[in-house]
């Protein structure tokens, strides 16, 4: 093993993030790395030296372009030099410790955090989580009697997508990479716009042209999920850059899971976006799969929060099935990136109950008693529960008749989804570019001429408008 | 008439010969141009002459000027004002927050720009060649070039990438490729190539208002090169339709197609062909990869009944290719008296050494015997 010495800046920076761990303190600080202005302007408590308060101060002057190197030894000042022979050695740093609000058993464990939500709030959190669990599980089906190609369920998960959007305001924009649903519907999205989504009909906004669980909603800001993974988070630092050059007090948020964060537009996107101080909140899904990698064979370090420190970003791990921890850390990190004009990087805690897609049988790769103990163990719904439970605000007869009436919701919007008819024709060929080249209108031509001429072999009611749509 | 098949196998003999051509038996395309077009042209009479560099930066002003949501982005293009200083004074013009230095990252910063574009923004996304964008032609493919399309229209891409394009000068295999096959065969890209400072200035305006992703292929043996220009060249309003072939120099024998860098070759080979062999050779200069003026190839293909295309690309799969069956499928194709040749790069990654490097690209006596060939120049 080898030594660290006591001066040395990474283990003091380390032994903060340990000091900030849920045992020891009643309110969430995010890790921060400590040679960043902002943290100073803001915190202003950790006794940096004079040398980083200059650091800090060309930071900022370099948007009035005097670019200074500032690697140690082209400055006058020694002391970042030492005699002593050190290599960071990881195992030696201690590990980020999981934010956590809400135990296991409904019980809130920081005596002075105040519920932010009214009943109704808590009960609609509650609800969108039962909404989207009941929902994978009825397409989860639905594919698998061939009535759409694919489908993604989110069971585990659904406290860290309905808790963090809880915490997220309307102007916010949103990039999900496709476990999300819940962001979905609690920002307002609708059945019957998610259902339409599913089944790729005329009501769908992309035209049919997505797989399924690829959705969008301009109404809410939720950007459409772009497939290629990982390929979302610089076009968060993106849409949060606009969002900084038009002045918005408002962020882009970002999720993405275990799996993404070993892909090199991770690193792109938090490396830019931290050097371009772009207010977005980067939100890992841990979940311990991705597909059938499991999380020691994706990384070796510290899970994802600790690459924060790395990029310069701030960072928090926090307990996924804990709907508080998520919505107190989100809100947290939003405002932060709002006001500081920085990204965040937050870390959830989860396990990917369900198989990561209806292409996956994730029983090969592990086995049934895992995911069975992990279900008896922990779950983000049923620990909401047990909380609402002991404040009187649900009992049996609420979560009966909420099951009910929700399954029977979405069957509803399941049935109608599936009647309407598909988009028209013509959708093949517009949207290419903004305007259609010649080449398209003779495609089109051809295709309406060819599907004219051959009407007995194409039948073309199932789309709108038959052929005239086309 | 030819079968198909038959014209391939010209085609494919046509680039073979015409590589080996070009390293036995002419001087360097590099050397003709060290001698200097650029002062030839700066000499010319009275004429004022901008160079390519200078008319890019001047459309990017421009630009930049008349819509504040256009910014500039890439590594290098503020302090340093651009690694061939494309983007020079533009920082102290718009302020860093619309000239944007990036760390070296192009998935980094080309996604940061697409997701701009997305947002609203217009972002002018350079890269310090286009060999560098390999690492992020996931987010110019995937993400601008598909995002109208995958979300209804909902979502557009106002973005341009441009930089410089094709082999340049001892900078070896990984450093030496011309894209415009890559990015022409891509439904939702649009892709310009310009020659001259009036097209360079004309297409970086008309990329920047075209509401679609736009690749602007630039040629870094081009951005000190000086051109003549119009009265009009100053004004604002100058720009050069995407979509549209010029044709350079009028002619009746042969057509000569070809974009960028290559044109010199096919100016030089039309003197050549005119003073040597009475031979009149129309030039055509595409201006524009995607979409591809095809009715201008097809007019001259009439007018002169034979063609050569010339590029920098390799053979396989190129533009050359792609004109070949634009013209096979057109009426041109009747009024063809030869198969088109292709005069392109040579099918090997792009040696180092000079003399190799020389012998891999087309130069102008290629162009010319490719051009007698299809005359049927008995010695050829």
Redesign the interface.
């Known amino acids: 093993m080898v030594s660290m010495s006591e001066d040395s800046p990474t283990t003091q920076g380390h032994a903060r993030l340990h000091k900030t761990s849920p045992a020891e303190s009643k309110s969430t600080q995010l890790a921060k790395p400590t040679s960043t202005s902002m943290f100073a302007q803001r915190y202003g408590g950790f006794a940096l030296r004079a040398r980083h308060f200059s650091k800090c101060a060309i930071r900022r002057s ?4 005097s ?1 200074q190197a500032t690697n140690p030894g082209l400055e006058k000042d020694d002391r970042d030099f030492t005699g002593q022979l050190n290599v960071i050695d990881p195992e030696s740093i201690p590990k980020i410790k999981t934010y956590r609000l809400l135990d296991l058993e409904g019980n809130l464990l920081d005596p002075d955090y105040k519920v932010p939500f009214t009943r109704e709030e808590a009960t609609k959190i509650y609800r969108d989580m039962v909404t989207i669990s009941i929902m994978d599980q009825i397409m989860y089906d639905a594919q698998r009697q061939g009535r759409l190609s694919f489908y993604m369920v989110s069971a585990g998960e659904e406290g860290i997508s309905v808790g963090s959007a809880a915490a997220l305001k309307p102007d916010d ?1 949103i990039f999900c990479q496709y476990r999300e649903q819940g962001v979905l519907l609690h920002r307002g999205a609708t059945l019957k716009e998610l259902m339409s989504q599913l089944y790729a009909n005329a009501d ?4 049919g ?2 797989m399924p669980v ?1 959705y ?1 909603n ?1 109404r809410i800001n939720v ?2 999920i ?3 993974l990982t ?1 979302q ?11 900084k ?1 038009s002045g918005t007090p408002a962020i ?1 948020m970002c999720y993405f899971g275990d799996g993404a964060a070993s892909e ?2 991770f ?3 938090l ?3 931290a ?2 101080n ?1 207010p977005v909140v980067f939100f890992c899904r841990n979940n311990g799969y991705a597909i059938s990698t499991p999380t020691e064979e994706q990384f070796r370090g510290d899970g994802i929060a600790s690459r924060g420190a790395g990029y310069g970003i701030p960072a928090i791990r926090v307990d996924g099935n804990d709907l508080f921890a998520v919505h107190r850390v989100t809100a947290m990190a939003r405002e932060m990136a709002v006001k500081e004009q920085r990204p965040v990087l937050i870390e959830a805690m989860s396990y990917r109950v369900s198989h990561h897609s209806t292409s996956d049988d994730s029983f090969a790769y592990r086995s049934r008693t895992e995911v069975e103990n992990w279900k008896r163990h922990d779950n983000p719904i049923s620990r909401m529960r047990k909380w609402m439970e002991k404040q009187q605000w649900w009992s049996d007869e609420d979560e009966m008749s909420a099951r009910h009436e929700l399954r029977k919701d979405i069957l509803r919007e399941f049935s109608a989804a599936e009647k309407v008819k598909l988009p028209e024709i013509k ?1 093949v060929f ?5 305007a259609a ?1 010649a ?1 398209l209108k003779e495609q089109q031509e051809e295709l309406k001429e060819f599907l004219g001429r051959h009407k007995e072999e194409y039948n073309l009611d199932k789309y709108e408008n038959g052929i005239n749509g086309l | 008439m030819k079968s198909i098949s038959g014209l391939a196998k010209v085609s494919l003999a046509q680039s073979t010969r015409a590589m080996l051509a070009g390293g036995m038996a002419t001087p360097s395309p590099l050397a003709a141009r060290l001698a200097g077009s650029a002062r030839r042209a700066s000499t010319q009479g009275e004429q004022a002459t901008v160079t390519v560099r200078d008319a890019i930066n001047q459309g990017l002003a421009e630009e930049m000027d008349a819509n504040d949501k256009v ?1 500039v982005m890439g590594e290098e293009v ?2 340093y004002q651009g690694a061939y200083k494309v983007t020079r004074g533009l ?1 102290d013009r718009f302020g ?2 619309r000239v ?1 230095d ?2 070296i ?17 217009t ?1 002018v996304c350079e890269f310090m060649t286009f060999n560098f964008a390999m ?1 992020a032609i ?2 110019i493919v ?2 601008a070039a598909k ?10 891409a106002n973005i341009v990438f441009r930089g410089p394009n094709g082999f340049a000068s001892g900078v070896a295999a990984q450093h030496s490729q011309d894209y415009a096959p890559w990015y022409g065969s891509i ?2 890209l ?1 892709v310009v190539s310009p020659y001259s400072a009036e097209d360079a200035k004309g297409l970086i305006k008309a990329a920047i208002r ?3 992703p736009v690749v602007m292929l630039e040629n870094e043996l081009m951005y000190g090169e000086s051109f003549a220009v119009g009265e009009d060249f100053h004004s604002s309003d100058f720009v050069v339709p995407i ?1 549209k072939a010029k044709v350079e120099i009028p002619g009746t024998d042969v057509t000569l197609i070809s974009h960028s860098y290559q044109l010199r070759h096919c100016f030089a080979a039309a003197k050549i062909l005119k003073e040597q062999y009475n031979i009149s050779a129309e030039v055509l200069n595409l201006r524009s990869i995607k ?1 591809l003026d095809v009715p201008a190839i097809v007019e001259s293909i009439k007018k002169t009944n034979r063609a050569v295309v010339v590029e920098s690309a390799f053979p396989g799969f190129g533009l050359g290719s792609e004109i070949c069956a634009q013209v096979s499928e057109s009426e041109a194709w009747d009024y063809l008296d030869a198969p088109i040749s292709r005069v392109t790069g040579a099918e090997v990654p792009t040696p180092y050494y000079k003399e190799l490097e020389d012998m891999s690209f087309p130069n102008a006596d290629v162009v010319v015997r490719a051009a007698r060939q299809v005359l049927y120049h008995e010695d050829a």
């Open positions: 370099m948007l009035q372009a670019h924009q769908d906004p992309a035209r042209r997505m690829h969008q301009a950007h459409p772009s497939s290629p390929s988070l610089p076009h968060a630092a993106g849409a949060a850059y606009a969002l050059m882009s090199g537009d690193h792109g996107a490396n830019i976006a050097t371009r772009c959708h517009t949207d290419v570019w903004a080249p080449i | 910014f503020g302090q920082l860093p927050q944007i990036s760390p990252t192009e998935m980094g910063f080309t996604g940061l720009c697409v997701g701009a574009a997305m947002a609203g923004l972002p690492q996931d987010q995937n993400s995002s109208h399309y995958m979300s209804g229209g909902v979502l557009s439904p939702g649009k075209d509401p679609n979509g979409p």
